[in-house]
């Protein structure tokens, strides 16, 4: 029984350490919980205040006889601050932690602003002038010039480093234009808005009948007290951005606020600038460049009613608006939005807690939807709009799937295929461009046979066994173990093995194959910062290269109007992760990458390389069928109990000494078994427990990891799981392991 609460007194992240401790009385026992706001008597004089509980506890470190007495649950009106509180305890609630950890994710830290210097370019001749210069730089096939000059031809300062860094264009051609006189650069302590005032344009588009319908019906929804949740369905270019902009703009005007998130990489400076020129100096940026006082006082700057719009990725959530009125959450499939630190919180379900909280309207977009979200558009929790229609022009590719099986028949070992390589050297004679896709997420060293396709999974998990050292394959859910065959258990052949291409091996390949071709490369490797990313881009822009082969990253952001060929090595690489979100992953790449070919005036074409042609996520990408691909994949998620259809909680037990951390997992998933007792079962509250097993990253900067999952029917159940871990935990503290909850997780840990 708990009998003592920490309880601070101010909402701040310096007050978190030195809580006050305080006796529960009698009448709040078992319903006093962390989270709750509570009223105290504090100081000398023992003024009633009000504090907030932040942990429970059976023993008090200090003195019995003087510790004070709770008075009573607060219950008066929420005010602002305090629903940042309240959202921290919905996090640590819902996906485990400390309110500590919790509260510092979503207060700011109050840190001094230091005055950053910036650079600014400020275009000093008129536009004809401009023009001559653009004109010039044309002749002289100067497209890096050419393009500094159309940005300064539609704005008149733009910040130095987005000219460096999202135009991809030199500091020599930036001075270069300095000389002629064309420019000049300024130094200035902060980032004005991009866009003078006095030029917020009415850059309005008439909306399509689909986008109309959409803006009246939330309007309505409005009108009549209920703001809902909806979600937006269109493919890229369909209008989805435009919509949000209307929606925005019809909030402000009720004198309320929104938060618009984006997957930190996909925000590009087009989309600002068209937020800029709506919205004026009413609209913030957040992103991860912004220094934590930078942070702190955007969150004043939204606090005081300074802004009414502030976009950013999923920490922009907590910026402490007096009156919110909306969330949208574009491309809300991405898996940035869910934190891969403690507490392990996604965007989506605390989007939808302060939404419902605070009264406002959630409002999600994509053009390949979570199972999570579109599951809630059946069972009405949500209602579905669609944009049906590309309004940028350009038209869908011509997608081939090529069943690399038979390629091998036909004695081609290559990890080109014949149709790929004929039409590479068509874009390479034409001088067209081309992007060749590797997907390597969640990649665990699958074992696969080249001759039938099949590969080794396991039998009660359905997901792909991970090789091993040692020629062991693993099941990284229940830890299920096999030798590693040698030959196929299917058809006998020889050629199984794992899967060995990476970008870099492509690289090689193309050269040997087409001597001479100029090629970028984009991974993890060649993307260590921000900024690199952006300078491969623009660099293929620019068409400084022929052929993009990269990662999964390669899918996302820029338009390439000059690309007509996408061709994806290995499909099966992403279908076969060892996660059961695996088909899912797969799609929605195929989706965007397929999409990536045809953006411009010509028509595309789009190669899809695969073991496994006949595999549903691959006819369903080639298709576009995103309807068909939800209903095959929903009923294979509710047959095996996975999220969205049922619920799973991952623990992960970190420690330096393997043994002793594989003893640790082993008590804790013991110990969840002790959870389903019969009265449970008799509820229909069963829980399953899968592992332990050794994670798929099993080591880590040298702890060792180990993870069990837990299945269950019901999210509140997992919620009731995890508390009856940590009250374990508490009364049973590990030696040097730590553990970390992860609930419906989304890549494998
Ligand atoms: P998405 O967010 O779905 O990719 P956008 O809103 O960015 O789509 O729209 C794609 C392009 O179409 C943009 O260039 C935008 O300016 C243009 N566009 C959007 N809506 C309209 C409209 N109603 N009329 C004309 N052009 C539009
Ligand atoms: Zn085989
Ligand atoms: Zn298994």
Redesign the pocket.
């Known amino acids: 029984m708990y009998r003592y609460a920490d309880v601070i007194i101010d909402i701040s992240l310096d007050k978190l350490d030195r809580p006050f401790s305080y006796r529960i009385p009698d009448k709040l026992m078992g319903c006093l919980e962390v989270g709750m706001r509570v009223l105290v008597p504090f100081g000398q004089g023992n003024t009633v205040r009000k504090g907030y509980c932040i942990a429970l506890s059976e023993d008090t470190a200090y003195d019995p006889s003087r510790v004070k007495e709770i008075i009573d649950i607060a219950k008066d009106a929420v005010s602002a601050t305090e629903r940042q509180f309240l959202l921290a305890a919905f996090i640590r609630k819902n996906y485990g932690g400390t309110m500590s950890q919790a509260l510092k994710v979503v207060l700011p830290a109050k840190t001094k602003v230091k005055k950053l210097v910036f650079r600014e370019v400020e275009r000093l001749m008129e536009r004809n002038e401009l023009i001559s210069l653009k004109g010039e730089a044309l002749r002289k096939h100067q497209t890096a010039k050419v393009k500094l000059l159309d940005a300064l031809l539609e704005e008149e300062t733009i910040p130095y480093e987005w000219i460096t860094g999202k135009l991809g264009v030199s500091g020599t051609t930036i001075s270069s234009l300095e000389k002629a006189g064309a420019i000049k650069i300024n130094t200035v302590t902060q980032y004005r808005n991009p866009v003078k005032l006095g030029e917020v344009s009415e850059d309005r588009?008439?909306?399509?009948s689909e986008?109309q319908f959409i803006v009246d019906e939330v309007e309505k929804d409005f009108e009549s007290g209920k703001p809902g949740k909806y979600l937006i369905h269109?493919?890229?270019?369909?209008?989805?951005?435009?919509?949000?902009m209307s929606l925005i703009e019809n909030v402000v005007k009720r004198g309320k606020q929104a938060i618009f998130l984006i997957p930190e990489i996909a925000l590009t400076y087009q989309?600002l600038l068209?937020f800029y020129k709506r919205f004026g100096n009413r609209v913030s940026v957040m992103n991860s460049t912004l220094s934590p006082g930078e942070k702190y006082d955007q969150c004043m700057r939204a606090a005081s009613g300074e802004i009414d719009i502030v976009i950013g990725p999923r920490s922009a959530l907590f910026v402490p608006f007096k009156n919110l009125g909306m969330i949208v959450m574009?491309e809300e499939h991405e898996s940035s939005y869910k934190s891969e630190l403690t507490p392990k919180y996604h965007a989506l379900g605390v989007a939808k807690y302060l939404a419902e909280s605070s009264g406002a309207a959630l409002v999600l977009?994509s053009?390949t939807p979570s199972l999570e979200s579109y599951r809630m558009t059946k069972d009405g929790s949500m209602r579905l709009f669609k944009?049906t229609e590309r309004?940028?022009g350009g038209s869908l590719p011509n997608v081939t799937v090529v069943d690399m099986r038979s390629e091998l028949d036909a004695g081609n070992k290559s990890v080109f295929s014949r149709k790929l390589r004929s039409l590479l050297q068509d874009r390479i004679t034409k001088g067209e461009q081309s992007m060749l896709f590797i997907n390597r997420r969640g990649y665990s060293g699958f074992i696969s046979c080249r001759s039938c396709g099949e590969v080794i999974k396991c039998p009660h998990c359905d997901v792909s066994l991970s090789e091993h050292k040692g020629g062991r394959l693993v099941c990284h859910y229940c830890g299920y173990e096999i030798r590693k065959p040698s030959l196929c258990p299917n058809c006998g052949s020889k050629y199984i093995a794992g899967f060995k291409a990476g970008t870099e091996q492509i690289e090689e390949l193309l050269q040997k194959e087409f001597p001479g071709v100029k090629t970028l490369r984009m991974d993890a490797d060649t993307t260590s910062t921000k900024e690199s990313y952006e300078k491969i881009l623009s660099a293929f822009a620019n068409e400084e290269a022929q052929i993009l082969v990269g990662t999964q990253m390669i899918v996302k952001g820029h338009d390439f109007p000059k690309v007509t060929l996408v061709g994806v090595i290995a499909a099966d690489m992403s279908l076969q992760s060892a996660s059961f979100r695996s088909a899912e992953r797969t799609f929605q790449l195929l989706t965007q990458a397929v999409g990536r070919a045809g953006r411009g005036e010509k028509p595309g074409e789009a190669i899809i390389q695969t073991y496994k042609p006949e595999h549903y996520a691959i006819g369903f990408a080639k298709y576009q069928d995103y309807e068909g691909f939800y209903d095959e994949e929903i009923a294979y998620r509710r047959m095996l109990g996975y999220p969205p259809e049922a619920h799973m909680l991952a623990v992960m037990v970190m420690g330096p000494s393997e043994e002793e951390t594989g003893k640790v997992a082993g008590r804790i998933a013991d110990n969840a078994r002790s959870f389903s007792t019969e009265a449970r079962a008799e509820k229909g509250q069963e829980i399953v427990v899968l592992g332990p097993a050794s994670a798929v990253i099993g080591r880590i900067k040298d702890l060792y990891r180990f993870a069990l999952y837990i299945k269950a029917e019901r999210y509140d159940i997992l919620v009731e799981v995890k508390d009856f871990l940590e009250k374990y935990l508490k009364d049973n503290p590990p030696g040097r392991e730590f553990i970390q909850f992860d609930f419906d997780p989304v890549n494998m840990i």
Request: net charge positive; glycine share 16%.
């Open positions: 588009k008439h909306l399509s986008q269109g493919i890229t270019g369909s209008g989805k951005t435009e919509v949000y989309t068209r574009d977009g053009a944009l309004l940028t």
